[in-house]
């Protein structure tokens, strides 16, 4: 039987080995972190202390960009970490919870963003029903539906993959831990691992995809027949930047858990999954703080507030 050594702690890769490039990744992270953080905090204390802002909409909008900012915490300050230092590793117990977290959070951010396509739809296709069909309490069941699906596949995922055995090597081609690089360093039989990632991938982020498409279809063809053209544009204005969120937080994330598991390291891996971690929640900040006029005038009235309980 030949020697092996069971892993115990993992290593982490940085982008660079250059110090020079570290700092330069580093600080690139930390400004996109705290923009990030910055803007979806602004997001969730206007929608939550305005009351014109108290709809389906902005309840769901809310909870995203408090996910958001528990999104992006999990990757980006451990990254920040080990870009400057020269502490890599990370312990078998920090990698479990970091994948746990990572596919929870992922979980919940494409239902959100799903059902939020959903509330476009009823409100442009259905306004008369739009207060019954999105009332609080589907809101609310909504939300909680998400969160413990969320729970529950995240936990599948985690609880299968950290039941194999770890002995090629200890360190992930990647700046986070993550299943793909995972498997590729099992010495026990994957073939399992991989295809409940490659099916439950398909299913949930394809059916999300679908259902997501298919509302926006028939946004489209409902204000098309707009007699203004006006609020055809605000409409389109709306639904596009969702829908280019959507297009790469799941294009991105199927680049990488979707294809087969490969044994050759690539950069092109690290850069792909920036544009799942990273991107989908500072677009998120982008298009409905910066673009958002609701918000942006519900942000002066609760300065003006603010500003004027101080006197």
Do not use: W
């Amino acid at each position: 039987m030949p020697n092996f050594t069971i892993v115990t702690e993992f290593l982490l890769t940085r982008f660079s080995d250059v110090l020079e490039l570290r700092v330069l990744h580093a600080m690139l992270f930390l400004l996109t972190y705290l923009a990030t953080l910055l803007g979806n905090l602004l997001i969730a204390t206007v929608t939550t202390f305005d009351k014109s802002l108290h709809t389906p909409m902005y309840f769901f909008l809310r909870n995203l960009s408090v996910l958001d900012m528990c999104y992006i915490s999990v990757i980006v300050p451990k990254a920040c970490v080990i870009f400057l230092l020269d502490n890599q590793v990370i312990s078998m117990v920090g990698c479990a919870s970091q994948i746990f977290l990572v596919f929870l959070f992922a979980f919940i951010e494409l239902m959100f963003l799903t059902i939020m396509a959903h509330d476009r739809y009823v409100a442009i296709c259905q306004p008369l029903h739009y207060p019954v069909i999105m009332n609080p309490q589907v809101c609310v069941l909504a939300s909680l539906v998400s969160i413990i699906g969320g729970l529950v596949y995240s936990g599948f995922h985690t609880g299968i993959t950290f039941q194999l055995t770890f002995c090629h090597s200890n360190i992930i081609n990647q700046f986070f831990c993550d299943i793909p690089s995972l498997l590729k360093l099992s010495c026990s039989d994957n073939f399992i691992n991989e295809i409940a990632l490659f099916i439950s991938s398909v299913v949930f982020g394809g059916g999300c995809f679908f259902f997501i498409i298919l509302s926006y279809i028939h946004i489209f063809s409902t204000v098309l027949k707009f007699p203004i053209r006006g609020e055809q544009g605000k409409a389109f204005s709306t639904c596009v930047p969702h829908i280019l969120v959507v297009t790469v937080f799941i294009s991105s994330a199927a680049a990488v858990y979707v294809k087969p598991t490969s044994n050759s390291p690539t950069i092109q891996d690290m850069i792909i999954s920036m544009f799942y971690f990273i991107v989908p929640p500072f677009l998120n900040t982008i298009i409905y703080s910066l673009r958002n006029k609701q918000i942006k005038e519900a942000v002066r009235r609760v300065i003006s507030r603010m500003f004027y309980l101080g006197k």
